[in-house]
Structures are given as structure tokens and as C-alpha cells.
Nanobody, 119 residues
Framework: QVHLVESGGGLVQAGGSLRLSCAAS????????MGWFRQAPGKEREFVAT?????RYADSVKDRFTISRDNAKNAVYLQMSSLKPEDTAVYYC???????????????WGQGTQVTVSS
């Protein structure tokens, strides 16, 4: 299996940038699609981005966020630019076999990292 630990969250002003990192352990890292999801208070967890060999994004973050991975380092990243207050949420790293957009597609999850965007 895969163990995931996120880092890089914090407080940023609207229009600013943050880079989230997810450190993974496990023999099958490269065999998994990786995803980022987020959950705001009172809302369901929602898809943000996923990558197997190429990235796929939610419409709400497309052209602002970039997902990437480094299999040699067992890491996946989410570069977030032009951040909006609506991006405020706990961001979760996930791993799964299919690279889908549903949370049910990902059996492995990190603990989450808080991203807060101030206006």
C-alpha cells in the first residue's frame, strides 16, 4: 500500500501562490495515479486534480493549479497560483489505480493540510 503525508499548506493572500507537497512511501507509488482533493467546512470533499502521466483538473482550478509528480522521489506536488478565498480548504493527497475524479477511486489518503486564502 501507499502512505501519504502532505505539507506546504498555510495562509496566503488572494492572488498569491502556494506549493503543496505529498511525500509517499510504498513500493507501488509509480503504479498509482495521484490526486488532490479538498474539503471546506460544511462541504463535501471535492476533486481538484489528478495525474498518472498527465494532469487533469477541476474546472474551478484549471489554468491556476498545476499537478506534477516525481516518481524517483516518491512525491506529488500541487502548485497553486492566483489563489482565491474560495480555495480555502483542507487539501488531501490521494493515491489510486485509475486516476478518476471521485473520492471513491482513491483507496489511500493523506492526513490533509490546511490552505487558507485571505481576501
Amino acid at each position: 500500500q501507499v502512505h501519504l503525508v502532505e505539507s506546504g499548506g498555510g495562509l496566503v493572500q488572494a492572488g498569491g501562490s502556494l506549493r503543496l507537497s505529498c511525500a509517499a512511501s510504498g513500493r507501488s507509488f509509480s503504479a498509482n495515479a495521484m490526486g488532490w482533493f479538498r474539503q471546506a467546512p460544511g462541504k463535501e470533499r471535492e476533486f481538484v486534480a489528478t495525474i498518472r502521466w498527465s494532469g487533469r483538473y477541476a474546472d474551478s482550478v484549471k489554468d491556476r493549479f498545476t499537478i506534477s509528480r516525481d516518481n524517483a522521489k516518491n512525491a506529488v506536488y500541487l502548485q497553486m497560483s492566483s489563489l482565491k478565498p474560495e480555495d480555502t480548504a483542507v487539501y488531501y493527497c490521494a493515491a489510486g489505480p485509475f486516476g478518476g475524479i471521485e473520492f471513491k477511486d482513491y483507496p489511500y489518503w493523506g492526513q490533509g493540510t490546511q490552505v487558507t486564502v485571505s481576501s
